[in-house]
C-alpha cells in the first residue's frame, strides 16, 4: 500500500488516480498509524509553504516524515511536497522540513530570457536534463516533457543530490534524489505517459 | 524551454460535446471522454471543457464527464461554464480537474477570483474573457470592451483593465476569448492578445478563430500568446494535433513533440 499524504495542501486526487491507473494500491491519507504501515510515501501538494508547514506540523505529520525518512521507507516529492523537504523556503519565509539542505528561492523578477521577459509562475511543459543516475528517473526519453507549475525552485546545498535540472531563464534542480528518497518539481501525475512512467518506476523502487 | 501549449476546447452541452459558430446553431458530434482520450493520444498538452448547458440541473452529469476523463487522461484540463462560487470550484476539482475558468460570475463578482486563488491557489484559477472591439472611448481607452452572454451584453468594462485587475485578485492565467473572431477560421484577434498579453505576467491563452496552423504560428510568437485554444479545426478532422504541432515545430517555435 502507498500513502499519499493528506495535509490540506491542494487536491491530491489526481496522485491517487495516477497511481491507481498503474495498478498499485494507494490512499490518501492524514492518518499516523495509516502512513506508518504504508509501504511507500507519496508526498505530494499544491499552494503556498507558510500553510502547507503549519498543517503538516499541526496534523503531527512533520516528525512522521522525518522518522520515515530516516527509517528508509521510499518517499516522492511532488511539486510544493518537494520544496517543503528542503531547510527553509523563501515563501512566507518557512521553516521546512529540512530533509534535504538547502533553501527554496522566489524565481528572480524580472525573469528574462534573450530580451524577454518570463512569465511567473512557471506554467507548462518543459525539459528536464537528466544528469545523475537513478532508478526512479530510468527509461526516460530525454526528448520528453513535464508539466511545471511553480513560483519558488529548489537550490539544493549538495549538487550530487541533483538529478535533473530545467531551464526557465536561470537553470534550477527539478529533480532530486538522497537515499530513499526521490523528490520532482514538476507533476508526474499530469505529465503524461513520460510522468507515469516515472510513478510506476518510483512504485517499484527498492532503495 | 518551456513549451507553447496547444489546447482543444470541448463545448459540451447535456453530456455531449457540440461546437458552435458564433454560439450559433450548436451541433453534436461527439462523447467528450472519448474526445479527450483522443486528444491525450494525440499529444493535446491539455484540455478545456466548457459547459454550455451550465443549469444547476445539469451540474451532475457535467462532474460525471469530468471524474470519467479524469480517470483515463494524464495531462491538465479546466472546466469552465456556470462556475459562480467557491464550492462549484471544488466540486470541479474534487471531480479531477486542473483548474477551473470563471467567466461571466468574475465579471459580476470579482471577488470569486480571490477566494477561489485563496482556497486552491493562484494555478487553479483562470478567467475566462470574452471581447469584442469597440470605439475607443474614456470608459474603453483600450478600444476592447468585456461582453457576457455569449457576445450579446456589453459591461462597459475595458478588456485591458480587466485582465490586469484580474491578476491583482489572484487569476492564475487568462484565456482570452474573441467574440469577433470565434468561429470565423479565419485566425485570432492578434492586437488584442499581444495587447493583453504583454501587460500581464500571468499566462495568457488565446482563443477565437484558428483555423489554419499557421493562425496558431502568429499567436504564438508575434502576439505573445503562451498558449492557443483549438476546436473545428481539429474537431471536424481537418487536422491533427500533431499536424499542427509538427508545422509549428518546424519554424521554431517550442512545442512538445513526445507523448
Given at each position: 500500500m502507498i500513502a499519499i499524504i493528506d495535509?490540506?495542501?491542494?487536491?491530491l486526487t489526481s496522485v491517487a488516480r495516477a497511481v491507481r491507473q498503474l495498478g498499485f494500491e494507494c490512499t490518501v491519507t492524514d492518518d499516523r498509524k495509516e502512513i506508518e504501515g504504508a509501504e511507500r510515501i507519496i508526498f505530494p501538494g499544491v499552494g503556498a509553504a507558510g500553510k502547507a508547514m503549519t498543517d503538516l506540523v499541526s496534523l503531527g505529520l512533520d516528525e512522521m516524515l522525518r522518522d520515515a525518512f530516516g527509517a528508509g521507507k521510499p518517499i516522492l516529492g511532488i511539486c510544493l511536497g518537494t520544496q517543503i523537504i528542503?531547510?527553509?523556503?523563501?515563501e512566507d519565509d518557512t521553516h521546512c522540513l529540512g530533509l534535504l539542505q538547502g533553501v527554496v528561492r522566489r524565481f528572480p523578477e524580472p525573469l528574462m530570457l534573450d530580451g524577454e521577459r518570463l512569465k511567473v509562475p512557471h506554467m507548462g511543459w518543459n525539459q528536464v536534463v537528466w544528469t545523475g543516475e537513478h532508478p526512479v528517473f530510468t527509461g526516460l526519453d530525454a526528448r520528453a516533457s513535464y508539466y511545471f507549475v511553480h513560483s519558488y525552485y529548489c537550490d539544493p546545498v549538495a549538487q550530487e543530490t541533483v538529478m535533473g535540472r530545467t531551464e526557465y531563464g536561470i537553470t534550477f534542480a527539478s529533480a532530486v534524489a538522497k537515499d530513499n528518497l526521490v523528490a520532482v518539481q514538476f507533476h508526474p501525475e499530469k505529465s503524461g505517459r513520460p510522468g507515469l512512467g516515472i510513478l510506476r518506476n518510483f512504485c517499484n523502487w527498492k532503495p | 524551454m518551456l513549451n507553447k501549449r496547444i489546447i482543444p476546447c470541448l463545448d459540451v452541452r447535456n453530456g455531449k460535446t457540440t461546437k458552435g459558430i458564433k454560439f450559433k446553431d450548436n451541433v453534436d458530434i461527439g462523447d467528450p471522454v472519448a474526445m479527450a482520450r483522443f486528444y491525450y493520444n494525440e499529444g493535446a498538452d491539455e484540455l478545456v471543457f466548457y459547459d454550455i448547458t451550465a443549469s444547476s440541473d445539469h451540474r451532475s452529469i457535467m462532474l460525471d464527464v469530468v471524474e470519467r476523463t479524469a480517470r483515463e487522461i494524464f495531462i491538465p484540463f479546466s472546466v469552465g461554464g456556470g462556475i459562480r462560487t467557491v464550492d462549484d470550484m471544488r466540486a470541479v476539482l474534487l471531480a479531477g480537474a486542473e483548474k477551473v475558468s470563471v467567466n461571466t460570475a468574475a465579471v459580476q463578482n470579482p471577488d470569486i477570483i480571490a477566494e477561489g486563488a485563496r482556497a486552491?491557489?493562484?494555478?487553479c484559477i483562470v478567467l475566462g474573457m470574452d471581447v469584442k472591439q469597440v470605439e475607443k472611448s474614456d470608459r474603453i481607452p483600450s478600444g476592447y470592451e468585456i461582453v457576457i452572454h455569449g457576445g450579446r451584453t456589453?459591461?462597459?468594462?475595458?478588456a485591458l483593465w480587466w485582465a490586469r485587475e484580474a491578476e491583482n485578485l489572484g487569476a492564475g492565467e487568462i484565456c482570452l476569448n474573441s467574440i469577433d473572431a470565434d468561429g470565423t477560421g479565419k485566425g485570432y484577434e492578434m492586437t488584442l492578445t499581444r495587447m493583453i498579453s504583454e501587460a500581464v505576467n500571468i499566462p495568457v491563452i488565446a482563443s477565437g478563430g484558428a483555423g489554419h496552423p499557421q493562425h496558431l504560428f502568429d499567436v504564438l510568437t508575434e502576439a505573445k500568446a503562451d498558449a492557443a485554444l483549438i476546436a473545428s479545426m481539429t474537431h471536424y478532422g481537418h487536422y491533427t494535433v500533431s499536424q499542427i504541432k509538427e508545422y509549428l515545430s518546424d519554424r521554431g517555435v517550442p512545442v512538445r513533440m513526445l507523448w
Open positions: 495535509y490540506r495542501a491542494g487536491n528542503f531547510d527553509r523556503s523563501e | 486552491f491557489g493562484s494555478q456589453y459591461m462597459g468594462i475595458d
